[in-house]
């Protein structure tokens, strides 16, 4: 096995070759973590918010495009990727954001935080419990942390198909990652993780971004629900399950209310259209609920929202029905 430092250079050279989530600063701005965001925090108006692994800044740009009066710092250790982002950000006119390269995990910024997100990067870690952490210690006492996580029910195939690409990689005597996921005819599907709601368009240059992210990198975890909600057990009171995604499809969780999936939230009839298994379901405990959204929908991806009490009182009251019936951090592990 090799050691933590050399993992995270392996890491850092990968995002080096291909910036993610896009190398090109011309593009738009992505905005699903500004969606998701939406029915989280009633105002981010006078926030300060880091996003914790920007990478090339896609997302952060269209937080703070969408938060005219909120300070936005974005933290990564790829230069190439940061070099993206702050010309994506100029390009934009976007000057309520900027870019500090640090390590997650590494130094303490000496800055604290009303909102973290970070999507898509503690299961890219070396030390995925001290990335947490390393969050934590950045929040507010009234701070909110939004991450994102692979689910290894839905990424089943997909896990597979990288050990198997990372077996072939090892054992050749020549460099093929440039024309191994090709000659295995290995892609990453547009509908992964949802609806391609991510972006306008599927470039080639998406894609190669996309398929070395999943299938090229060399640190990959993923977790269940409760699982991924234990890392902020050291520095948060409560954490929920905020949406899910799945090939083709994403959805809210409002696991107070599983009746009428409001606002694109889930409900029992979307899990099942028995009748008889809806009233099943609809008498289970909160947390056999969610583990059967876990079995039945096979997730590829979700999202968790975690903070403590006086962070909770900034957020919305779906927020915090779901913290009153689902708090991960007070429930029975599966």
Partial sequence: MKPQSSCSADVRALYEKFPYPLSNSETDPIYDVAMGLDLVMDSLDGCRVMDAGCGTGHRLVGLAMQHEATEFIGVDFSEHSLSVARELARNHGCDN??????????????????????????????????????????????????????HPYGEFDRLLNRQLVQTLLKNSTEDISGTVLTDLGLTLS????????????????????????????????????????????????????????????????????WTAGDFGTLSGSDLFKNPRL??????????????????KLRPTGFTLLSGNP???????????????????????PW
Avoid at 106 to 131: R, Y
Avoid at 310 to 332: F, H
């Fill in 190 to 257: 547009a509908e992964q993780y949802g609806t391609r709601t991510s972006f306008a368009e599927i470039s080639t240059e998406t894609k190669l971004a996309a398929d070395a992210d999943a299938y090229l990198h060399p640190i990959v975890n993923a977790y269940r629900f409760q699982e991924a909600a234990e890392f902020f057990r050291t520095g948060c009171d409560w954490t929920i399950v905020h949406g899910v995604n799945w090939e083709g499809g994403s959805s809210l969780i409002d696991s107070d209310n």
């Fill in 97 to 150: 954001v900027q870019f500090r390269h640090a390590e997650i995990g590494g130094e303490h910024l000496g800055l604290e935080f009303d909102l973290i997100t970070s999507t898509g990067v503690i299961h890219h870690l070396a030390d995925p419990q001290g990335g947490a952490e390393w969050l934590q210690r950045h929040l507010k006492d009234d701070g909110v942390a939004y991450t994102w996580y692979y």
């Fill in 278 to 295: 809806r009233e099943v379901f609809s008498r289970m405990d909160t947390g056999t609920q969610l583990h059967c959204v876990e079995l």
């Fill in 310 to 332: 006086a962070g909770l009182a900034r957020c919305t009251e779906q927020i915090r029905a779901n913290v009153r019936s689902a708090n991960l951090l007070r429930m029975k």
